[in-house]
């Protein structure tokens, strides 16, 4: 009688996880240098009408492997725009990663550790969502604390909190996505489902800096089945563009996209804010767990959407770096 596949792929799991140790021990981790080095791997794409069947309207113009072998390289959680044009990474473990866009000078990047801590405790660094305003101020997501941060442009810690709104959120299941708004409003969507479900997320918006008034309206983010929010940022007409993710395979770690995007004047408290599904990153493109997302406008009225992948730091992952663009008039 012929095995079933799920035992089969069961029986390949665990067969998987005998042998990595013996695979891992053969090999020698990469060495780590306090020299600062980062290069781009373009990728190959695939045909244009495969990606469209996936992508929509947006256009995946190039894709880059992005390696380091500097220490605190990897991991990044989530991706900003800084007012001069440089792009601004940050990781779980409280790191920066500050660098141009593929192509131009990175003569003034720059990797580093924000002061958050003085210890060395996940929970006191675990930054999982970031935004910004136009003077170059930043807000951080802490997810185990579930607390937001307010730095200055040069990253010196102004002000902290811990909303009452966020403290059930779980240690592992925190503030996952963040945006301040045009119109000073801030969002924040949790990583974690909402009970048994498996599209409902905790969400929170604050009528202006969180840490300045920290009492904050719930509500619910209604997104595609099963996959998380890990990002968000604001388009110039006002809606969202939300980043989510999902694990389709436990070792070596395997992850499925969404983008989606919703109207924040919809959001009422209490009630359920639906968004839209517009794009999927499967397997036919190069993916990984993607978790940041950052928009820049073009002159011609386009966007250009950036994605950042987090490697969690494993020799199995990559950290991954896309450039998008899109019409928002083409978007629903």
Not at 141 to 163: D, K, M, Q, T
Not at 164 to 192: I, K, Q, Y
Not at 247 to 266: K, N
Request: net charge neutral; no cysteine.
């Amino acid at each position: 009688m012929p095995i079933p596949l799920r035992v089969r792929r069961t029986i390949a799991l665990f067969a998987l996880l005998a042998l990595l140790p013996l695979t891992w021990a053969r090999s020698a981790p990469p060495v780590k240098m306090k020299r600062f080095e980062l290069t781009f791997e373009a990728l190959p794409l695939p045909s244009q009408d495969r990606m469209a069947a996936q992508l929509g309207v947006f256009h995946l113009e190039q894709a880059w492997h992005l390696r380091s072998r500097t220490h605190r390289f990897g991991s990044f959680s989530a991706l900003l725009m800084r007012p001069d044009g440089e792009m601004l990474a940050l990781s779980d473990s409280g790191n920066f990663l500050r660098f141009r866009a593929p192509g131009e000078s990175q003569q003034h990047s720059k990797i580093g550790r924000l002061p958050l801590s003085d210890g060395d405790s996940k929970e006191d660094r675990d930054v999982e969502s970031a935004t910004e305003d136009g003077s170059g101020t930043i807000w951080l997501g802490l997810e185990g604390l579930n607390a937001i941060y307010r730095l200055s442009p040069a990253f010196h810690v102004e002000r902290r909190v811990r909303p009452e709104s966020m403290r059930d959120w779980g240690v592992n299941t925190g503030p996952e996505a963040m945006a301040r708004l045009a119109d000073g409003r801030f969002v924040l969507l949790r990583e974690g489902f909402e009970g048994w479900s498996d599209r409902l997320h905790p969400a929170v918006t604050f009528a202006g800096d969180p840490t300045e008034n920290p009492t904050g309206q719930r509500f619910l983010f209604d997104g595609p089945t099963g996959f998380s929010p890990t990002d968000m940022a604001q388009m110039p007409d006002g809606r969202l563009l939300i980043l989510m993710r999902s694990l389709i395979w436990p070792m070596p770690q395997r992850f499925a996209g969404r983008i989606a995007i919703g109207d924040p004047r919809t959001i009422r408290p209490g009630q359920p804010w639906r968004v839209t599904e517009v794009a999927r990153l499967s397997s036919d493109l190069p993916i990984d767990n993607f978790e940041g997302l950052a928009i820049v406008p073009r002159a011609d009225g386009r966007l250009t959407v950036w994605l950042i992948s987090d490697d969690n730091y494993s020799p199995l992952q990559r950290t991954l770096l896309w450039k998008m663009s899109v019409d928002p008039a083409e978007l629903p």
